[in-house]
């Protein structure tokens, strides 16, 4: 057998003011060191190979920060190079790829199909596609006729990248040995949202899908969350089942999962706070740290992350003992890192990309901390991903201690404040700039974690999204879409 495997993955939020060019991608290829990367899904497609003896040819791995429509050039070189390295390989007997789901480029609504397609066409109908995408994700029609599996991360945050990549690997190696017969079927849930599985009911939820793979002909169940935040016709969450061989048992099975998945959309209702309306509530606790998570100015989500709300909120209510992680703001990292370490400097921080970001702030900081090569580690279920955050400082201004980057990047672990030798359990507040993928960093030593709905890019509150294309027939606008 020999297989190929390769990918571009990145999310787009269509409102980001961010556009996603060639510079934002990181690109892995052949011979690179891949130490640095954000690739655990083809360790285990190289480990599934190596232990059958099959041979492994690895094409291209592009990713980048999720941001704002990719542009058309940059999406078309980067396709075209992956599918050219396809076609080069021949002939396959399996293509992995491992894609986001929610790539929209110029010209492009939906970029993973328009992959998947083309592979379909080169490689013909006898070989087997498998395709692992992030649970944030549209899954279409399309790429099921043109795939053999589709198998997405079941956890968020993400920390089953790996194992759902070994999971597709089983799938699509057993079929190409005539083992079995992926079959899949999708099912529309009518439903928008965001839905963390740390928290019930979405983790029973997550379990009963798990505990029902592997029995009777079912191979696999992937809930397809969608992302919010892409203005594409065909966002919305649906349920994807494959079994073996047995279409009207994976539609029937869709719909059932499905449909529990919509009994549950009240239960899963979030409403995150204010600004005003966290600090009261982080405030109260009677210990910290208190976790307050900035969702709207999540780069995870494509937002800048540069924006000054909370953090001028702080400073104009006089709250100290605090940490805040990680705003963007490369210009102010290099006059810091200019200054050198024990600086006092007045310096102009954020509100860079325009009013989603909030206005600059003209502060009087002192350098404590410079890194110049800064690396979080996002937590796991096997190893932790190594996440390359670029330079970065510790700013501290009327005791907030601010940790500015000059590469775009979430707040996956503590580590953005342990790193500068700040211990996060002494803090009273810490104030991350993400909306889930914290959490597992962050759960274990927090006194109490705040979800708040700031002014920002990735509005945590969906109907207030200025929708131009989505199909809004569907919950929360509807209560219910199916009566």
Known sequence: ????????????????????????????RPGDDFAEGMAPAFDQFRLGAQERNWEYVFG?????????????????????????????????????????????????????????????????????????????????QSMIDSADAIVLYKEYPHIDIANRAVDLFHIIADAAEGKTDPTMALFDCRMIGLYLTSFEPMRGFVDEMMAMEG???????????????????????QA????????????RVAEEVGCKFFSLRHELDQEPLSID???????????????????????????????TFMLKALLERGIDNVGLAMMWDPIAVQVAISGGEGANLDL??????????????????????IIEDMIQEWPQQGD????????????????????????????????VFSNFGIDPLRKRLLVVKSAQHFYAGFAPIASEIVYMAAPGAVAPRYREIPYKRVDLRKYPWVDNPFA
């Open 348 to 369: 102009r921080l954020g509100g860079k990309m325009g009013p989603m970001s909030g206005d600059p702030l003209d502060l009087r900081v002192t350098v404590t901390g």
């Open 60 to 140: 291209l791995y592009a990713s980048a920060q999720p941001a704002g429509i990719t542009t058309r050039a940059t999406y078309e070189s980067l396709r075209d190079e992956l599918l050219d390295r396809l076609q080069a390989a021949l002939p396959v007997d399996i293509v992995l790829l491992a894609l986001h789901g929610a790539m929209v480029a110029d010209g492009y609504d939906d970029c993973e199909t328009d992959i998947i397609n083309k592979a379909r066409r080169i490689v013909g109908p006898q070989a087997k596609i498998g395709v692992e995408l992030d649970l944030h994700c549209d899954v279409t």
């Open 240 to 251: 994807l089942v494959i079994t073996d061989g047995d279409a009207d048992r994976a539609a």
């Open 215 to 237: 029995k009777d002909g079912i191979l696999s169940i992937s809930l397809v969350h969608c992302f919010p935040w892409g203005d594409v016709t065909t966002c919305g969450a």
């Open 1 to 28: 057998m020999k297989v190929f495997a390769g990918g571009i993955s990145t999310e787009t939020n269509t409102f980001s003011p961010m556009p996603t060019g060639m510079r934002d991608f990181s690109v892995i």
């Open 384 to 415: 932790p991903l190594r996440v390359p955050c670029g330079e970065a400082v510790r700013l501290h201004c009327n005791g907030i201690d601010i940790i500015v980057g000059s590469k775009r990047v979430q707040v996956f672990s503590p580590d």
């Open 277 to 307: 309306e966290a600090l009261a509530q982080a405030l109260a606790a009677p210990a910290g740290p208190v976790v307050i998570a900035d969702r709207a100015d999540n780069a995870g989500g494509g937002a800048p992350s540069d924006s």
